[in-house]
């Protein structure tokens, strides 16, 4: 995608972009303030402070200007950028479109668009390349990864334009996408994992086998945990299920019962393959599934030194 991409001029859209990016950069910086950000000198386009000259210094870098209103010689210092790759695969597919009855919480898609923007913001913050693809039986929408901070506008316009819809195809679109990821570099998957595929596993194993750092974010509804539903109700599929009437106090033991198989499933997979497993239910903080980046990109850097 080009730097010059022409963006919707949909007011709505334009107003679910500003309003992400203001979650996005708040969340971000709140959480930074709070963190000793390590600086890599080198010999990048990000400048970072000056220093004396001293001999031995590149005589390139002296700053000529300062000379000249100074009489002083100052030499750049650049933080250098850590060449870091990362891909976030969201889940667009109609169940990350649920909403709860309770209009006190927030909508899963929004909870995970709000995630994904803050993720991005940081990569670009840390002068990292960033990329986004959305999925749910296709890739829908594949945004490759950059660098440059105008590259946030890139990624909110993709997020605040996609829609919730089409069923999940996680081993499909994983199998399509490994050969277009950049090796050795971050992938970040966010879904609810609301799928009957059988294989997901050994695309996980996959993904990890092209030497990636693989953080995989596993976000549900607190109502589809709980299940707190109460009397005869008809639910109705936000995929390709028929429609099923029921008294969930019927099956809510059960269900409950299953969705705690799923996630400990899943964080028992990702624990065999070395893969980073955060559940958060839309209840939970953003802040904690961000912190929870911070510190393994701070554990990434010290095994990359």
Not at 53 to 67: A, L, N
Not at 137 to 153: D, G, L, M, T
Not at 232 to 245: H, T, Y
Request: glycine share 6%.
């Amino acid at each position: 995608m080009s730097d010059k991409t022409t963006f919707d001029s949909d007011p709505e859209v334009l107003s679910r972009i500003a309003s992400l990016n203001i979650c996005a950069t708040n969340l971000v910086e709140g959480l930074l303030s709070g963190h000793h950000r390590s600086r890599h000198k080198g010999s990048s386009v990000e400048f970072a402070e000056y220093k004396d000259y001293s001999p031995g210094d590149e005589i390139k870098h002296i700053d000529w200007k300062v000379v000249g209103k100074t009489d002083k010689y100052h030499v750049k210092q650049f933080e250098q950028s850590t060449n870091l790759k990362a891909t976030i695969l969201l889940d667009t597919s109609g169940s990350m479109g649920y909403e709860s009855p309770d209009p006190r919480g927030m909508k899963k898609m929004d909870y995970a668009r709000t995630l994904v923007a803050a993720l991005s913001y940081l990569f670009l913050k840390q002068y990292d390349a960033v990329g986004l693809s959305l999925f749910n039986e296709n890739v829908i929408n594949h945004i490759p990864p950059r660098s440059k901070p105008a590259h946030f506008q890139h990624i909110l316009h993709g997020l605040a334009t996609m829609t919730p819809t089409g069923v999940t195809r996680l081993e499909d679109v994983i199998g399509n996408l490994v050969e277009r990821l950049p090796s050795r570099g971050i992938l970040i998957l966010v879904s609810d994992f609301l799928t009957k595929e059988t294989e997901v596993e050994q695309k996980l194993k996959l993904l990890v086998s092209r030497g990636l750092e693989v953080i995989l974010f596993h976000i549900l509804d607190p109502d589809e945990v709980s299940f707190p539903f109460e009397g005869d109700i008809v639910f109705e599929s936000l995929e390709d299920d028929p429609q099923v009437g029921l008294d969930p106090e019927d099956i809510r033991e059960t269900y409950k019962r299953e969705i705690q198989n799923q996630i400990q499933y899943y964080r028992s997979c990702c624990a065999g393959l070395g893969i980073d497993y955060v559940f958060l239910e839309t209840s939970t903080p953003l802040e904690q599934g961000l912190s929870y980046y911070l510190l393994r990109r701070k554990s990434l850097g010290k095994s990359r030194t």
